[in-house]
């Protein structure tokens, strides 16, 4: 089969690779209708996140049909069109059970290297770094879909593939982090990042019960897009985001900030992101989060710090003198999207939301090698890449 693979930074290529096979009674085979790239994908094609091998298959957004079913799976059957979490969890661990689906503790192989950087091992995650397993991804012809009678949500009939996608994980992360917000009336969220989480998160705020959701970027499209969902946007180039965002809350803060942006901050005006990337360049330091240190600085005394953007490491200049003396409580997690599936499905078939509105470009996946760059460097009025296999 074609699939998208991993040779090293900024190196992705379609290539012919063996189709995937049962390896497991759980397993299901899907054949791939629709996937896309995330931002944790250039994470990847960056070159920031660790233990990445030559050849790996990207792409943890997919959805696709049914065409093999293990002996052990009695919720699939063959035909079935379903979407595909990017989690990948067993549904029977202490964690999955209690709902922290990206918390659990079957579905890494090999949790020894992660365990000793970040003290213990999370869900394996498909198209990642091999911390988290190493599992092929989703931007293929075909993906072996493990615990796949926990995982993939059946689609009801009636929705399109581009209407039910971002179930995998922009539309639950983005929720996850308006619902971490704990969102009262009249309150205002401030969002940092408009990429397609931050898009997600800012529509979500407003489903919540948000009267304001501030937006903060630079791209244009990207600020244009948020204002059509009704978001006030700043532009981080050209506004001084810690003075504006006081001046729209009576100098308070933000009643919660939601961090959508993660560990590659553009921010090269500012005298901390030039010590974190001189730090990052020398492996003195191992992520920029600029946007962190903002979100903490704009939050309102026992406001909520919401993070979804995605950090590797040991963070530095951390400003924990702010958080402990103003009270304010810290919320982040990679999404445990099972949890949130049925939910945000019911919300999509009521035509609440219709998460494609993020969709931008739509191709082959001859193509996908091009879109990495497309997307990563914001051409084209790129907000969003669907491949069709
Ligand atoms: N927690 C999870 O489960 C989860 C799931 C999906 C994605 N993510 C993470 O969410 C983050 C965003 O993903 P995405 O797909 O939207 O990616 P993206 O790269 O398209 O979007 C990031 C946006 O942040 C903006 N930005 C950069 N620096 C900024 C600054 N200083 N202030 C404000 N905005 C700034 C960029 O212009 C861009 O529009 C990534 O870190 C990704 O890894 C996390
Ligand atoms: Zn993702
Ligand atoms: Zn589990």
């Given at each position: 089969?074609k699939?998208?693979?991993?040779?090293?930074k900024?190196d992705?290529?379609?290539?012919?690779?063996?189709d995937?096979e049962?390896e497991?009674?759980?397993d299901?085979?899907?054949?791939?209708?629709a996937?896309a790239?995330?931002g944790s994908?250039?994470?990847l094609?960056?070159?920031?996140?660790?233990?990445m091998h030559?050849g790996?298959?990207m792409?943890?957004e997919?959805?696709?049909?049914?065409?093999?079913?293990g002996?052990?799976n009695?919720k699939?059957k063959?035909?079935?069109?379903?979407v595909v979490?990017f989690?990948?969890?067993c549904g029977e661990c202490f964690?999955?059970?209690r709902?922290f689906?990206?918390g659990?503790?079957?579905?890494?192989?090999?949790?020894?290297?992660?365990?000793k950087m970040w003290g213990?091992?999370?869900?394996?995650?498909f198209?990642?770094?091999?911390l988290?397993?190493?599992y092929s991804?989703?931007?293929?012809e075909y993906l072996?879909?493990?615990?796949a009678d926990?995982?993939p949500?059946?689609?009801p009939?009636g929705?399109s593939?581009?209407?039910?996608l971002?179930?995998?994980?922009?539309?639950p992360?983005?929720?996850?982090a308006a619902?971490?917000?704990n969102?009262?009336?009249?309150?205002?969220?401030?969002?940092w990042?408009?990429g397609p989480v931050?898009?997600?998160a800012i529509k979500?705020?407003?489903?919540?019960?948000?009267e304001?959701?501030?937006?903060?970027?630079?791209v244009?499209?990207?600020m244009?897009l948020?204002?059509r969902?009704?978001?006030?946007t700043?532009?981080?180039?050209d506004?001084?985001?810690y003075d504006?965002?006081?001046?729209?809350?009576?100098g308070?803060g933000?009643?919660?900030?939601i961090?959508a942006?993660?560990?590659?901050?553009?921010?090269?005006?500012?005298?901390?992101s030039?010590?974190?990337?001189?730090?990052?360049?020398?492996?003195m330091?191992?992520?920029?989060?600029?946007v962190?240190?903002q979100?903490?600085?704009?939050c309102?005394n026992?406001?909520t710090?919401s993070?979804?953007g995605v950090?590797?490491?040991?963070?530095d200049?951390?400003?924990?003198?702010s958080a402990?003396?103003?009270?304010?409580?810290?919320?982040?997690?990679?999404?445990?999207v099972?949890r949130?599936?049925?939910l945000?499905?019911?919300?999509i078939q009521?035509?609440?939301?219709?998460?494609?509105?993020?969709?931008?470009h739509?191709a082959?996946?001859e193509d996908?090698p091009d879109?990495?760059?497309?997307f990563?460097d914001?051409q084209?009025?790129?907000?969003?890449?669907?491949?069709?296999?």
């Amino acid at each position: 089969m074609k699939a998208l693979t991993w040779h090293g930074k900024h190196d992705i290529r379609c290539e012919s690779v063996p189709d995937p096979e049962i390896e497991d009674g759980r397993d299901a085979i899907i054949k791939v209708t629709a996937c896309a790239i995330c931002g944790s994908d250039l994470h990847l094609f960056n070159g920031v996140m660790p233990d990445m091998h030559s050849g790996d298959i990207m792409g943890h957004e997919t959805m696709g049909e049914v065409v093999e079913v293990g002996k052990d799976n009695p919720k699939l059957k063959v035909g079935d069109r379903v979407v595909v979490p990017f989690t990948i969890s067993c549904g029977e661990c202490f964690f999955c059970k209690r709902g922290f689906f990206s918390g659990c503790e079957r579905s890494n192989p090999d949790p020894s290297k992660v365990t000793k950087m970040w003290g213990n091992s999370p869900a394996g995650l498909f198209g990642y770094t091999h911390l988290l397993g190493g599992y092929s991804g989703g931007q293929a012809e075909y993906l072996r879909v493990p615990y796949a009678d926990v995982g993939p949500i059946k689609v009801p009939d009636g929705l399109s593939d581009e209407q039910v996608l971002f179930l995998s994980d922009i539309f639950p992360t983005g929720y996850m982090a308006a619902e971490f917000c704990n969102i009262q009336p009249g309150e205002t969220i401030a969002v940092w990042g408009c990429g397609p989480v931050g898009q997600m998160a800012i529509k979500s705020a407003f489903i919540l019960g948000a009267e304001r959701v501030i937006a903060i970027d630079t791209v244009p499209e990207r600020m244009a897009l948020a204002q059509r969902s009704g978001a006030i946007t700043l532009d981080f180039r050209d506004e001084d985001i810690y003075d504006r965002v006081m001046e729209l809350t009576s100098g308070r803060g933000a009643d919660a900030c939601i961090d959508a942006v993660g560990t590659e901050a553009d921010a090269s005006a500012s005298w901390d992101s030039r010590i974190d990337r001189i730090k990052v360049a020398t492996f003195m330091g191992t992520d920029r989060p600029h946007v962190l240190r903002q979100a903490i600085h704009c939050c309102r005394n026992f406001g909520t710090v919401s993070i979804v953007g995605v950090y590797g490491g040991y963070l530095d200049k951390i400003p924990m003198g702010s958080a402990i003396n103003r009270g304010l409580t810290f919320k982040m997690a990679q999404t445990p999207v099972q949890r949130y599936l049925p939910l945000l499905m019911e919300r999509i078939q009521k035509g609440e939301i219709d998460p494609s509105f993020v969709i931008t470009h739509r191709a082959s996946l001859e193509d996908g090698p091009d879109l990495y760059k497309t997307f990563r460097d914001k051409q084209d009025g790129c907000i969003k890449v669907v491949l069709k296999p």
